[in-house]
């Protein structure tokens, strides 16, 4: 495993992953240092919640470092690779999280063979049922594929990918928990009108969606199946799916995607 692993910004994600690796032990939490440009407070509480190392000098978190975890806004990915490249060897592996970035934004800005990673986690990552994709650049050794993937799977799952597969990914994973919690709204607040007590509209749906992750990762059948299973011919089930294709669900989800496929693209161009 990675004897330093280096995280360049402070936020949600890079404490998700960070609290799934100091939890799995995979490494000590003194081999971990995290940076970030100005948010001491940020630090400190990192600091003392997972007892990692922290510092706001570029050069003394990124020297010796086996993997640099890009975890900044990706506004600042520019200034990032600026002050990273000074030090770096080239053996360093680069592990990005930053949405809508490509791979070529790393090469085209350091101007130097370097191995990248791409990734996309999910916010479920936060606690430890993310899913994520990644893939990886031409100089990435397959050591270097392995111990990244042990670092993600200590929050979830994670698919390697083509890069040209990212942006179906991020409209489908990375957007995806977006789209389920506006399901799940829509139901509670019709709850709501037939006058269902809301702690008991909360408790009956989220199970209800609990379960049904559970069905599809524990039975071998399809999800049209599964569907098929509980819609009983003339019945309430089927009643209800019937409304939601006349209402074409199908091709709002599909214009859903497409759209969050197309903004993905927009930003990686940008």
């Excluded at 040209?164 to 607040?189: C, I, K, R």
């Excluded at 999800?223 to 089930?237: A, F, M, Y």
Aim: glycine share 6%; aromatic share 6%; net charge negative.
């Amino acid at each position: 495993m990675f004897e330093k692993i280096v995280f360049l910004g402070a936020g949600a994600m890079a404490e998700a992953l960070i609290a799934g690796i100091v939890k799995a032990n995979i490494v000590k939490p003194e081999q971990i240092v995290v940076t970030n440009k100005s948010n001491q407070a940020r630090l400190q509480a990192l600091a003392s919640n997972y007892q990692v190392q922290t510092t706001q000098s570029i050069e003394q978190a990124v020297t010796d470092a086996d993997a640099v975890v890009f975890a900044m806004k990706p506004k600042d990915i520019q200034t990032a690779l600026a002050e990273v490249r000074p030090h770096l060897t080239g053996s360093q592996v680069l592990i990005s999280v930053l949405a809508g970035t490509p791979i070529t934004v790393f090469h085209d800005t350091l101007t130097m063979n370097v191995p990248i990673i791409r990734t996309m986690p999910n916010t479920s990552s936060t606690i430890g049922y993310g899913a994520t994709a990644i893939t990886v650049g031409e100089y990435v050794t397959e050591q270097q594929l392995e111990q990244t993937k042990k670092l993600f799977e200590t929050v979830g799952t994670v698919t390697v990918v083509e890069e040209d597969d990212m942006h179906v990914v991020t409209a489908l994973s990375g957007s995806g928990p977006a789209y389920f919690y506006y399901m799940v709204e829509a139901m509670q607040e019709v709850a709501a009108k037939k006058g269902l007590e809301a702690t008991k509209a909360k408790e009956l749906i989220y199970q209800t969606i609990l379960g049904v992750a559970e069905m599809l990762q524990q039975t071998e059948e399809t999800p049209t199946q599964l569907r098929k299973n509980i819609t009983s011919p003339n019945g309430v089930t089927q009643r209800a799916v019937e409304a939601l294709y006349d209402h074409h669900l199908p091709e709002t989800i599909e214009a859903a995607i497409e759209a969050a496929i197309k903004r993905s693209e927009e930003l990686g161009k940008a």
